[in-house]
């Protein structure tokens, strides 16, 4: 029998009354087979014993002492006892016993004891309030189970239950990995990993049965995502991508087949045009991502892609050649980007390029009104739109597609995973019998081990190498008050005919927060600082129609400077700008960073991003600045971001359910995840022989 699987009432479990039981109800304990499984959310161990002179505010230390006195402070029903401890070093500490008055009879002067607490100095003197206390000679060292709690259990209590069911019910409890793969990865067997998770003879104990329970987590997860992706698509997804150093070990930009070794399959009419169109040729690497999504297309199942590239290296064209290769064959395409700038961006590029080939574009965004919004939406629904670009409008309940047959998906870090199934079910749905293509694009980079986990049913390109000609971006870092030096550096530029940006985290003056905003630097900068060159505002409450004609009158030249807030940070690709100035530089997360700097350098130009930071900066910020001077690669500042901020925050993978594991942390336990992933693939691989 499984552990999960033992149905016998929790109440039946020695020292388990009624009241007891309602209370492990509330954590949803129902079961033996619940409360087996109830792992300790850490351990306690007690077998290193150390001095009170070595306390943290983080961690608690286990000390053996000696009581040296008792005192009492506050009156009547408030009084409370406070234990006067010594240890070996001579180190005095106080133990305030609220509610515990009976401690003065259990540990009189001169008791020998054992404590387990956190301690932090007060009045002078060490003290813990919250704290374990055993007589020394009742106190072995060993490792004990920390669970969680509901009020009204304690943890010794916890420990009791749990210890009196493993001892009743722990017996002929069956492994639920299949034993072939328990065997290969070393494993014990389940019966064993229970008694150790909740008795451990060693913290090294502890941590191998809870790896291998994490294990055991992952490896079903994956299983899981290698059947689906059988499934759908025939094969599995590639096992490894998903991370510059990692790529595939022949060096090639891109997982699976050798690409060198094989034929591109030959381009459609209408990609052959644009090619033609654009005055330079394709890289290495876009030309293999190419040839890879065109041999998805042609396949007959359902790709599902996620393009990764560093800001500027080319993810666009990448994008409208699958569409283009769609519509050859009388399918519709969505092209979905995170803000009105990008998606007007890409609908006027995409104008350009494809002008006089009879492709028919739309744009949709909530901003388009009334008339013209129901006619792209009828237009759409009888399949007269051969190509959508648009923001999440795109996806609303109102827009039906006659044979939407790809959705891009743009900076797709912008939107929620779970955004994916809303996207996907406008295709044509079961009843055709197929499900819509789809390619994600990240130019913030996805670390290896979210590639693997949230995305993990994707398959993963990388380009890898940038367009040639590109000068790797200089980064400046200046403290508040010397941007005297990067005004007159940026005035050089200008009088050299470039442009350039300058970025602030406000759109308007807020005196609680004595930031630089906007629009007051708008105003600064073009009337005082570079009164010669124009300078114009941007942000997201200026109205749409203006914020193209600021766009646009950048993007020819004939504006040197966007004073911006981080609405720039997606997308804007104007070549002849060489500086990208962010102010408050440290109010910036770095994949915002990292997404701006990418708006210059985009050019054979030589380009400048200058970050001018505050005095006073946090551990973070100053590990931030660091970061963004070190480097420009960005899957090494994804990695250190997923570092500062943890997993949560990263790729819009907040509420997927990402941190939906047991007791798994896919980017703590990444080695633990490939080695899972592996094996579950190589299982179904078998499986898939035989069946
Ligand atoms: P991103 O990957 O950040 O979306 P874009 O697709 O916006 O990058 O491309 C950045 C710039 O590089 C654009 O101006 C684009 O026209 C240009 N570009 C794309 N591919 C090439 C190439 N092979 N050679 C030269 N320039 C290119
Ligand atoms: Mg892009």
Redesign the pocket.
Known sequence: MRVREIQVPASRVRGVGPATAKLLANLGILTVGDLLSWWPREWDDRTVRTFFSSWSESAKINVLAKVTAHEWFGYGRMKTLKLIVEDAEGTEAELVCFNRPFLERLYPPETEIAVNGRFQPKYGRLQSSAFDIEAAEDAPAKVLPVYSLTAGIAQTQMRKIIAAALEEYGRGIDSELPEKVRKSEGLPEKAAILRTMHAPASMQEAEAARDALIFEELFFFQYAVGKGSLKRRGRLPAVDSGSAETGSEDGKPNSGEAAGAREEAPLSPLQKHLLER??????PD?RSVADEINRDLDSGLTMARLLQ???????????FLACLRVIDSGGQCAFLAPTELLARQHAE?AARLLESTGVRIAFLTGNVKAEGRTNVLSRLASGEIDLVIGTHALFSESVKYRNLALAVV??QHRFGVLQRSAILAKGPGAAAGKETHLIM?S?TPIPRTLALSVFGDLDVSV?KT????RKPIVTHLARQGNEQKVYDFVRRELSLGHQAYFVYPLIDQNDALDLKSAERMHERLSREVFPEYGAELIHSRIPEDEQRRIMESFRLGKTGILVATSLVEV?V?V?NATCMVIEHAERFGLSALHQLR?RVG??DLQSWCFLVYSGNLTEEGKARMKIMHETTDGFRIAEEDLVIRGPGEIAGIKQSGYAGFDLADPVRDMKILEKARAAAFALLLEENRVS
Do not use: C, H, Y
């Open positions: 654009i005055p330079f040729s394709l890289t876009q590239g560093d800001v500027g290296s080319g993810k666009t064209l990448i994008a590029n743009d900076e694009m130019a380009i940038m367009p040639p000609g997308g690709d070549a990418g985009r050019g």
